[in-house]
């Protein structure tokens, strides 16, 4: 279907948004009436720029507080209307939004609505131009579409329809499936977006909060599918206000836009997108500094081995069971160690490199010589790299191979990567979500907030149903200003007390636990004294899932660069990340950076 997207939902000039949404690869766009008024250039000049983009304009937005007032109001409305279709006859576009009346209307009548967009549509028609009436969650009087229907059917007039918002629906949780009775033709437009579940007035939640298809909580392809069902053919229209996305470069919002609407025709079947296949394991964890030697200390003493050097790069390997780390020193200067990327197996790695393609991530560029692996590629919005390749049916892929004089990894209590947690910069959060989603058809669980020394940090893990692969996202903006938040990786464990006691002995710094914390955790849990006392010696954290003998037990080392490792035991199918331990790591992590 036709895509479009209204200029309120991104940050700069009306040219700077019109050139990004054509470089994005948009159809259309609707002209947000304040962005035109700041312009310096004239509709006509506008129309003809959209028209050398490609750009069709296709709706002019908004017109407010028109309908269920006096007659002497209502007469300026009409003066005011007129000069508002004028302008969009100049701009060529021939649809108008008008929304339900929230600050004039002192009449609560349908009929009385109905009368008044009917002589605005007359005024409308005399323009050459139609009015899609929309009724705003926070209306006055009409504040539901099913009443903003009845009053255009008794307006019963050929340029006055409906304009169908999926925020003004869902948000006032009324059941979009009466949209079936709306005769397709009378829906002039529709307008899409998603938002989180929120306990707030709707107004502050759709002026700051809402979001892309796929990033929160509405179930958008049920919407659309009952407007399609009623005959819609129009655009599917993005009209997203958003704080983040009024400061973030316009180019790579009009980006990150286009892909939600290419996901929600995927959920719809409405695009020929290759099928999402999860990954099925992680693959391996690239480090990448100009000197990676204190990693390689801290994977020593925890048992890693050296899986060699790369026959033609300066990258080495490093695994413990099939846990794999690349340390990566090419083109690093001046870096200090940090996550660069993150390997993934998939059960079909053309299929998504044919998905990722499809849904617009770039394509991470690394050389590779003939006689080597090729990886597919993307680099996620926060500029981590994914690579994914098909592990053959025995055996390790080819690329491990192309490592020279390593020491095979021996047994021991480390056996996989459990899960790499990603610190994102705070206008990348809901890019990086559908991001992951959409190309690797992981799933979003609820966001959670965690308390730390410099403020909330935002936790929202995204993974597949079967834990195999669990990337949680971290943003806390003065946390990260500060170098306090960073980047880690998790090795799931057979034996950690073991490992602990092992890596203890070989002179790892363990991140320093206070013991304020054990007494907290021998009151909350009932662990008994010996346990908790094993827990104290070693710097390990405990925790356990409610009503359930599920439990987590973890240890972190000292951060290197930016980057950290936890090392963490799952017993009785505990699920969790030990979240309310976060906030004690939190405040170690800033105490050892300010010392």
């Not at 991104?10 to 019109?18: A, N, T």
């Not at 796929?214 to 179930?219: I, K, Q, S, V």
């Not at 958008?220 to 704080?243: C, K, Q, T």
Request: glycine share 8%; with cysteine.
């Amino acid at each position: 279907m036709k895509t479009s997207i209204a200029t309120v939902s991104l940050s700069g000039s009306l040219v700077e948004k019109l050139h990004a949404c054509a470089a994005a690869g948009f159809d259309g766009v609707e002209v947000f009436e304040p962005d035109l008024i700041a312009c310096e250039h004239s509709p006509e000049e506008i129309r003809a720029l959209a028209a050398r983009l490609g750009l069709t304009l296709d709706l002019y937005q908004p017109l407010r507080d028109l309908e269920g007032v006096a007659d002497d109001v209502f007469a300026d409305n009409l003066r005011r209307a007129a000069a508002t279709f004028a302008t969009a006859g100049r701009l060529g576009i021939d649809t108008v939004l008008v929304c339900s009346n929230v600050a004039t209307a002192t009449i609560d009548d349908d009929a009385v609505s109905a009368a008044q967009l009917r002589q605005i549509g007359d005024v409308a028609a005399d323009h050459g131009v139609r009015i899609a009436f929309e009724a705003l969650a926070w209306g006055r009087f009409v504040d539901d579409y099913r009443r903003a229907w009845r009053i255009v059917e008794l307006a019963d007039h050929p340029a006055v329809g409906v304009c169908l918002d999926s925020f003004h629906v869902l948000s006032r949780g009324h059941d979009p499936a009466d949209i079936e009775q709306i005769p397709g033709a009378k829906i002039f437009y529709l307008q899409l977006a998603d938002a989180p579940a929120l306990q707030m007035d709707v107004l502050s939640w759709s002026r700051h909060h809402r979001l892309f298809p796929g990033e929160g909580a509405f179930d958008l392809a049920g919407f659309v599918r009952h407007v399609l069902a009623a005959g819609y053919v129009g655009p599917l229209s993005l009209e997203v206000f958003n704080d983040t996305f009024r400061q973030t470069d316009p180019d790579r919002t009009a980006v990150h836009a286009l892909r939600s609407l290419l996901w929600l025709q995927d959920a719809l079947h409405l695009a020929p997108i290759a099928d999402a296949k999860p990954p099925n394991g992680f693959d391996f964890v690239e480090i990448k500094a100009e000197d990676t030697s204190e990693v390689e200390v801290l994977l020593g003493q925890l048992g890693f081995a050296p899986g060699g050097r790369h026959r033609s790069k300066p990258v080495t390997l490093w695994q413990a069971g099939s846990a794999r780390v690349v340390l990566n020193e090419q083109q690093s200067r001046d870096e200090v160690p940090h996550v660069a990327a993150i390997g993934l197996q998939v059960p079909d790695a053309d299929a998504t490199s044919r998905r990722a393609a499809d849904l617009m991530a770039p394509a991470a560029y690394r050389r590779t010589y003939a006689s080597e692996q090729p990886f597919g590629s993307a680099v996620a919005p926060d500029g981590t790299e994914l690579f994914w390749v098909t592990q053959p049916p025995t055996g390790t892929a080819d690329w491990v191979n192309e490592f020279r004089d390593g020491v095979p990894a021996a047994g021991g209590p480390v056996h996989a990567v459990d899960h790499v947690n990603l610190t994102q910069p705070w206008q990348t959060t809901e890019d990086a979500v559908l991001f992951f989603t959409s190309v690797f058809g992981l799933s979003a669980d609820d966001p959670t907030e965690v308390p730390g020394p410099t403020g909330l940090v935002r936790s929202q893990v995204l993974r597949t149903a079967d834990g195999a692969v669990r990337i949680p996202l971290n943003v806390a903006p003065l946390a990260v200003a500060d170098g306090s938040l960073a980047q880690h990786i998790a090795f799931a464990c057979d034996d950690i007390v073991a490992l602990a006691r092992t890596a203890r002995d070989a002179g790892l710094e363990f991140l320093s636990v206070p013991d304020n914390y054990y007494d907290y955790v021998a009151g909350r849990f009932g662990v008994d004294d010996d346990t908790v006392a094993a827990l104290r010696e070693l710097d390990l954290l405990y925790d356990r899932s409610p009503g359930s003998q599920g439990h987590f037990i973890h240890f972190y080392t000292r951060t290197v660069g930016s980057v950290f490792f936890e090392f963490v035991q799952r017993f009785d199918h505990y699920d969790g990340y030990g979240v309310d331990n976060a906030p004690v790591r939190l405040a170690a992590q800033r105490s050892r950076t300010r010392s």
